[in-house]
């Protein structure tokens, strides 16, 4: 199969990553760019060396040599750019969170199994290496059952007061980085039962900058979450088995992790390949849509659907 090609929409900040990440695969690359200003597009366009640059979305749909629109605008926003994308009978991948209401999710899916077309969101977290030895430990039980769960992320005071990631409907701690927590949980534990209670702490725009979920997984797994925009935390993640304990620094974007033995003082590190951490979701993607696929078997749609209710459910009943 020849490389894929991927046209970008937006000149947004989290683009440099993905480019590098795309670069560092031998079958795919980036030929555009889109953004509202064309001079942003031409600008990252020349830093990333990017071969096209246009100032409108539309020119990235309806560039014939465009095979994936990965989408990195902001979050109330996806949604009308995967249904454009979708019309062009393009491949989609979609930045976190991939939409802000179940509804939009349903639709989205359906629009694109109807057209023929792959859509993902990306969720980097469900393809590390670091989440497949904890899925690998957890169906093995090589360290016994496992018995409980605690994870916490924050990212303090790290925008301007007018930015987007404070408006209420779609930034704050739940929409910026909910989505990490809860479809890494879904996607370690194949998509469980759960019940949960949540709450949640208003910013001063009325964004959700503290939340803390607590779930009962399958009616036998306590998981503690806490997430925060308003304070730095620990951004860990502690997987508690019988025997051991897994613990991840930053495991939505990490190389490493340490395995404790409880028996004895012992401890493993395990290190991964020092690589742009969204190679393993876009190897993922390419595979994919190699395969003839529509849709995800990790990052599938009921994991993005589930975990756009509930966030959307937290959102409702609190803000
Ligand atoms: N997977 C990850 O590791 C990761 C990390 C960070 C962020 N993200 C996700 O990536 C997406 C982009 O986040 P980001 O932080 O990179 O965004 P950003 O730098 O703030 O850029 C967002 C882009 O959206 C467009 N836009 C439209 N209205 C805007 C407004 N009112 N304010 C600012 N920009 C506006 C602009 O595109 P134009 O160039 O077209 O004008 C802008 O370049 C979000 O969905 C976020 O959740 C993912």
Same mark, same amino acid.
């Given at each position: 199969?020849?490389?894929?090609?991927?046209?970008?929409?937006?000149?947004?900040?989290?683009?440099?990553?993905?480019?590098?990440?795309?670069?560092?695969?031998?079958?795919?690359?980036?030929? #555009?760019?889109?953004? &509202?200003?064309?001079?942003?597009? +031409?600008? $990252?366009?020349?830093? *990333? !060396?990017? /071969?096209?640059?246009?100032?409108?979305?539309?020119?990235?749909?309806?560039?014939?040599?465009?095979?994936?629109?990965?989408?990195?605008?902001?979050?109330?926003?996806?949604?009308?750019?995967?249904?454009?994308?979708?019309?062009?009978?393009?491949?989609?991948?979609?930045?976190?969170?991939?939409?802000?209401?179940?509804?939009?999710?349903?639709?989205?899916?359906?629009?694109?199994?109807?057209?023929?077309?792959?859509?993902?969101?990306?969720?980097?977290?469900?393809?590390?290496?670091?989440?497949?030895?904890?899925?690998?430990?957890?169906?093995?039980?090589?360290?016994?059952?496992?018995?409980?769960?605690?994870?916490?992320?924050?990212?303090?005071?790290?925008?301007?007061?007018?930015?987007?990631?404070?408006?209420?409907?779609?930034?704050? #701690?739940?929409?910026? &980085?909910?989505?990490?927590?809860? +479809?890494? $949980?879904?996607?370690? *534990? !194949?998509? /469980?039962?759960?019940?949960?209670?949540?709450?949640?702490?208003?910013?001063?725009?009325?964004?959700?900058?503290?939340?803390?979920?607590?779930?009962?997984?399958?009616?036998?797994?306590?998981?503690?979450?806490?997430?925060?925009?308003?304070?730095?935390?620990?951004?860990?993640?502690?997987?508690?088995?019988?025997?051991?304990?897994?613990?991840?620094?930053?495991?939505?974007?990490?190389?490493?992790?340490?395995?404790?033995?409880?028996?004895?003082?012992?401890?493993?590190?395990?290190?991964?390949?020092?690589?742009?951490?969204?190679?393993?979701?876009?190897?993922?993607?390419?595979?994919?849509?190699?395969?003839?696929?529509?849709?995800?078997?990790?990052?599938?749609?009921?994991?993005?659907?589930?975990?756009?209710?509930?966030?959307?459910?937290?959102?409702?009943?609190?803000?």
């Amino acid at each position: 199969m020849k490389k894929l090609r991927y046209g970008i929409i937006s000149a947004s900040s989290i683009v440099p990553r993905f480019v590098s990440a795309l670069n560092e695969t031998k079958h795919s690359l980036v030929h #555009a760019i889109g953004s &509202s200003t064309l001079k942003r597009s +031409e600008k $990252l366009a020349k830093k *990333l !060396d990017i /071969p096209n640059a246009y100032g409108s979305y539309e020119e990235v749909y309806t560039d014939p040599e465009v095979d994936v629109v990965y989408i990195a605008n902001i979050n109330d926003q996806h949604f009308e750019q995967i249904m454009k994308a979708l019309s062009h009978k393009k491949h989609v991948l979609c930045e976190k969170p991939m939409v802000l209401t179940r509804e939009h999710a349903q639709q989205a899916f359906a629009f694109a199994k109807e057209q023929g077309v792959f859509l993902m969101e990306a969720q980097k977290a469900a393809f590390l290496p670091t989440t497949n030895f904890v899925k690998e430990a957890i169906e093995s039980k090589k360290y016994g059952e496992l018995k409980q769960i605690q994870i916490s992320a924050s990212y303090a005071n790290r925008f301007p007061d007018d930015h987007w990631m404070y408006q209420k409907h779609q930034g704050g #701690a739940l929409f910026g &980085s909910g989505s990490y927590i809860i +479809e890494t $949980l879904l996607v370690l *534990l !194949d998509n /469980p039962s759960y019940e949960y209670q949540a709450m949640t702490h208003l910013g001063q725009s009325g964004e959700i900058d503290d939340v803390s979920i607590q779930f009962n997984f399958n009616k036998d797994l306590l998981v503690s979450t806490h997430l925060s925009t308003r304070v730095h935390t620990e951004n860990v993640a502690n997987f508690y088995f019988e025997q051991a304990s897994i613990s991840i620094n930053d495991f939505w974007k990490s190389r490493k992790l340490r395995v404790d033995y409880h028996d004895n003082e012992d401890h493993d590190v395990m290190k991964f390949p020092n690589i742009p951490e969204m190679v393993y979701e876009i190897n993922h993607v390419y595979d994919c849509i190699h395969e003839g696929l529509t849709e995800s078997p990790i990052m599938s749609p009921e994991i993005t659907m589930n975990t756009a209710s509930l966030v959307e459910e937290i959102y409702k009943t609190t803000v």
